[in-house]
């Protein structure tokens, strides 16, 4: 087994809650799914239906509760599938941990050839597909099954990023700039007493198939690293995505957390949560849906942490990894392109 590709791993569970208390597009084009999603499951008093869209990576596009007014052409759904930089995504982060991870960045954002703390990096593995065409989704297999009112998504993470200039989609040839070697295998279900609670279960596989698949055999600056390590990511379905399509259109356009005895709307940036969920709402009514991480908890709360975006969108980013469950070898010393193999094995009660 070659050393440098050992199998990396992480665990993570996200919850959505639907609850009626406070609680860049693609230009002008639509993407080729169906609407309401043929992979989709029900809650169990029939209220609640959430399904995924196999051209994204199996991400979930449709979230729909018909008890929560909507009448905009969306029709109910909450998520926002417009294009691969929306959607609800699931977790993604690099693997093993590299503090020197933040030197790695696009060469134009150096400042007397550093890069600041806030720069992009060159890799961003996401599940629904890249930037230079968001409605083109995910260029790899998936593979989606539902059984037991339980959706299964398996999937290969594409480089977000991939920017193609002027008209070059991603091919054989050009599979360095936009193929990552981060897999995603997801469960998504409700939760068996909690009642409006959606358990979107992920786990993160660094070069699943050791070797078979994986390039270059070294870990490598502009592919392998990545700053942007988050957590599960919602974008609402807001009257914004109605300039691309009217159908996209939904109500979504505030967003909500807790911060000591006060609900704070509409704070764009880290939300200051003494509660560990964030909500997206209504224009209207404080109705919506509320997106929290298990177990999550930032790498440093003075910069990052849940954010909230207009939109409405929020991200949780920069994860502390000790908090979830990891397998696999870990570096002795974090050295560019060089992983020991030493096994570790962290888990925590969920």
Same mark, same amino acid.
């Not at 860049?24 to 084009?29: D, E, H, I, K, T």
């Not at 959430?50 to 449709?62: D, E, K, N, Q």
């Not at 995505?241 to 996209?248: D, H, R, T, V, Y």
């Given at each position: 087994?070659?050393?440098?590709?050992?199998?990396?791993?992480?665990?993570?569970?996200?919850?959505?809650?639907?609850?009626?208390?406070?609680?860049?597009?693609?230009?002008?084009?639509?993407?080729?799914?169906?609407?309401?999603?043929?992979?989709?499951?029900?809650?169990?008093?029939?209220?609640?239906?959430?399904?995924?869209?196999?051209?994204?990576?199996?991400?979930?596009?449709?979230?729909?509760?018909?008890?929560?007014?909507?009448?905009?052409?969306?029709?109910?759904?909450?998520?926002?599938?417009?294009?691969?930089?929306?959607?609800?995504?699931?977790?993604?982060?690099?693997?093993?941990?590299?503090?020197?991870?933040?030197?790695?960045?696009?060469?134009?954002?150096?400042?007397?050839?550093?890069?600041?703390?806030?720069?992009?990096?060159? @890799? =961003?593995?996401?599940?629904?597909? !890249?930037? $230079?065409?968001?409605?083109?989704?995910?260029?790899? #297999? %998936? +593979?989606?099954?539902?059984? @037991? =009112?339980?959706?299964?998504?398996? !999937?290969? $993470?594409?480089?977000?990023?991939?920017?193609?200039? #002027? %008209? +070059?989609?991603?091919?054989?040839? =050009?599979?360095?700039?936009?193929?990552?070697?981060?897999?995603?295998?997801?469960?998504?279900?409700?939760?068996? +007493?909690?009642?409006?609670?959606?358990?979107?279960?992920?786990?993160?596989?660094?070069?699943?198939?050791?070797?078979?698949?994986?390039?270059?055999? +070294?870990?490598?600056?502009?592919?392998?690293?990545?700053?942007?390590?988050?957590?599960?990511?919602?974008?609402?379905?807001?009257?914004?995505?109605?300039?691309?399509?009217?159908?996209?259109?939904?109500?979504?356009?505030?967003?909500?957390?807790?911060?000591?005895?006060?609900?704070?709307?509409?704070?764009?940036?880290?939300?200051?949560?003494?509660?560990?969920?964030?909500?997206?709402?209504?224009?209207?009514?404080?109705?919506?849906?509320?997106?929290?991480?298990?177990?999550?908890?930032?790498?440093?709360?003075?910069?990052?942490?849940?954010?909230?975006?207009?939109?409405?969108?929020?991200?949780?980013?920069?994860?502390?990894?000790?908090?979830?469950?990891?397998?696999?070898?870990?570096?002795?010393?974090?050295?560019?392109?060089?992983?020991?193999?030493?096994?570790?094995?962290?888990?925590?009660?969920?």
């Amino acid at each position: 087994m070659n050393k440098q590709r050992e199998l990396q791993a992480a665990l993570i569970s996200s919850f959505l809650c639907l609850r009626s208390g406070p609680f860049v597009f693609a230009s002008g084009l639509v993407p080729n799914i169906p609407m309401p999603p043929p992979d989709r499951i029900q809650s169990a008093d029939g209220h609640v239906q959430i399904g995924v869209s196999p051209l994204y990576g199996g991400a979930i596009s449709y979230l729909k509760d018909d008890r929560i007014p909507d009448s905009t052409p969306a029709n109910g759904n909450i998520v926002d599938y417009s294009q691969a930089g929306g959607l609800l995504s699931t977790a993604l982060w690099t693997l093993p941990i590299n503090p020197q991870e933040l030197t790695y960045c696009e060469p134009y954002r150096r400042v007397n050839g550093t890069c600041p703390a806030v720069a992009i990096a060159f @890799n =961003n593995p996401t599940q629904g597909g !890249y930037l $230079g065409w968001g409605i083109a989704g995910n260029p790899n #297999p %998936t +593979t989606v099954s539902v059984v @037991n =009112n339980k959706i299964h998504v398996s !999937y290969r $993470g594409v480089n977000y990023n991939y920017d193609f200039t #002027p %008209t +070059t989609p991603p091919n054989p040839s =050009n599979a360095s700039m936009w193929q990552t070697d981060y897999w995603g295998d997801i469960d998504i279900y409700f939760h068996p +007493t909690l009642t409006d609670v959606v358990v979107v279960d992920t786990k993160i596989t660094y070069c699943k198939d050791l070797n078979a698949g994986c390039s270059p055999q +070294t870990l490598n600056p502009q592919r392998d690293i990545t700053q942007d390590n988050q957590l599960s990511t919602f974008f609402a379905a807001s009257p914004g995505a109605g300039a691309i399509e009217p159908s996209l259109a939904g109500p979504y356009t505030r967003t909500v957390y807790r911060s000591g005895p006060s609900y704070v709307y509409n704070q764009a940036g880290i939300a200051a949560t003494t509660e560990n969920w964030v909500g997206l709402l209504q224009q209207n009514a404080d109705v919506g849906v509320g997106l929290s991480v298990k177990n999550y908890a930032p790498t440093d709360p003075a910069r990052f942490g849940y954010i909230v975006r207009p939109g409405p969108s929020t991200t949780a980013i920069q994860p502390e990894l000790r908090n979830f469950q990891t397998a696999g070898p870990a570096p002795r010393t974090p050295r560019l392109g060089t992983m020991h193999s030493s096994s570790v094995k962290t888990s925590l009660p969920l």
